[in-house]
């Protein structure tokens, strides 16, 4: 290979990128508005159409939101490899728009929960009658909130151990209208000891280190009730090689660990969960659940 070899790389990935900004940038004038020079705004809108002419055709308000905010996420934390290729894994992100971002991004677990209800009866009853919500890896709250909104008749607990995140989390509660069905803690998964109290429990698989994963998941299935239900989640890969390599990097320089789906049904089977299910409700988010018997 050569020079010009790499900066022809460089420049076919850049290109990447810079549709991926321009799709973002799109997003968040329609989001938010704004003003912007009529020509850049216009090539902004050229550029998507060449992309997809009819890529946003059919893309409701919150699903632009969603998306501006894997978007956003995904830049903050390029950015971070590249600067800090270096550190050691772990979710150690303070900048409030990373944690905002994927805040944001984590509302779509709820839709997908929603999803997988329609295909397991017993899941859509639990989501309707009077319980709890367990919410494992809260971050800044944002699952929580619509949570608490979609599912009235469930009382909502969110634990997290990331002080930066629950910080926000704290603030943002407090400002929606379900404050009062949400109740927030600074609580290591590990040390969760109730028991029988929870309906529903989502554990965000790609945050949760290696080692706690074990304890998590026994001290999790204790505290279900008899009938209630695990969702773990994890990361889709991408259909290629390297797709799979950058997801992977992704999770473990977040501090998690990429499970394949055998690995994490090999986990709950061993631990009695039953009706055992795979579901994809909406990429990159992919479900594994089980019900305590």
């Given at each position: 290979?050569?020079f010009?070899a790499?900066?022809?790389?460089?420049?076919?990935l850049?290109?990447?990128?810079?549709?991926?900004?321009?799709?973002?940038?799109?997003?968040?004038?329609?989001r938010?508005?704004?003003d912007a020079?009529?020509?850049?705004?216009?090539?902004?809108?050229?550029?998507?159409?060449?992309?997809?002419?009819?890529?946003?055709?059919g893309?409701?308000?919150?699903?632009?939101?969603?998306?501006?905010?894997?978007?956003?996420?995904?830049?903050?934390?390029?950015?971070d490899l590249?600067?800090?290729?270096g550190?050691?894994?772990?979710?150690?992100?303070?900048d409030?728009i990373?944690?905002?971002?994927?805040?944001?991004?984590?509302?779509?677990?709820?839709?997908?929960?929603e999803a997988?209800?329609?295909?397991?009866?017993?899941?859509?009853?639990?989501?309707r009658?009077?319980?709890?919500?367990?919410?494992?890896?809260?971050?800044?709250?944002?699952l929580?909130?619509?949570?608490?909104?979609?599912?009235?008749a469930l009382?909502?607990v969110?634990?997290?151990?990331?002080?930066?995140a629950?910080?926000?989390?704290?603030?943002?509660?407090?400002?929606?209208?379900?404050?009062?069905?949400i109740e927030?803690?600074?609580?290591?998964?590990?040390?969760?000891?109730?028991?029988?109290?929870?309906?529903?429990?989502?554990?965000?698989?790609?945050?949760i280190?290696?080692?706690?994963?074990?304890?998590?998941?026994e001290?999790?299935?204790?505290?279900?009730?008899?009938?209630?239900?695990?969702?773990f989640?994890?990361?889709v890969?991408?259909?290629?090689?390297?797709g799979?390599?950058?997801?992977?990097?992704?999770?473990?320089?977040?501090g998690g660990?990429?499970?394949?789906?055998?690995?994490?049904?090999?986990?709950?089977?061993s631990?009695?969960?039953?009706?055992?299910?795979?579901?994809?409700?909406n990429?990159?988010?992919?479900?594994i659940?089980?019900r305590?018997?």
């Amino acid at each position: 290979m050569s020079f010009e070899a790499l900066i022809a790389v460089s420049q076919r990935l850049n290109a990447a990128v810079e549709e991926l900004a321009v799709l973002g940038a799109e997003l968040r004038l329609r989001r938010e508005g704004g003003d912007a020079d009529p020509r850049v705004r216009k090539l902004l809108q050229d550029i998507v159409g060449q992309i997809d002419p009819r890529l946003l055709d059919g893309v409701d308000a919150q699903q632009e939101a969603v998306a501006l905010a894997f978007i956003t996420a995904f830049f903050r934390q390029a950015v971070d490899l590249l600067e800090n290729p270096g550190r050691a894994p772990g979710w150690l992100y303070d900048d409030p728009i990373v944690l905002q971002s994927q805040g944001q991004a984590s509302r779509l677990v709820v839709r997908g929960i929603e999803a997988l209800a329609a295909r397991q009866p017993g899941l859509q009853e639990a989501l309707r009658r009077s319980g709890a919500f367990l919410d494992v890896g809260t971050g800044v709250g944002l699952l929580a909130i619509e949570a608490a909104r979609s599912w009235p008749a469930l009382e909502v607990v969110g634990i997290d151990i990331w002080e930066p995140a629950l910080a926000l989390a704290r603030k943002n509660i407090a400002a929606s209208e379900v404050a009062d069905r949400i109740e927030l803690r600074n609580q290591d998964v590990q040390h969760l000891d109730e028991r029988d109290r929870y309906t529903l429990a989502w554990l965000a698989g790609p945050f949760i280190p290696l080692h706690v994963v074990a304890p998590a998941l026994e001290n999790i299935h204790r505290a279900l009730t008899p009938g209630g239900w695990l969702v773990f989640g994890l990361y889709v890969p991408q259909p290629s090689l390297i797709g799979e390599a950058l997801t992977n990097l992704r999770i473990v320089r977040g501090g998690g660990h990429p499970w394949t789906v055998d690995e994490v049904l090999t986990r709950l089977r061993s631990l009695g969960y039953e009706q055992l299910d795979s579901f994809s409700p909406n990429p990159p988010i992919q479900f594994i659940v089980g019900r305590k018997p």
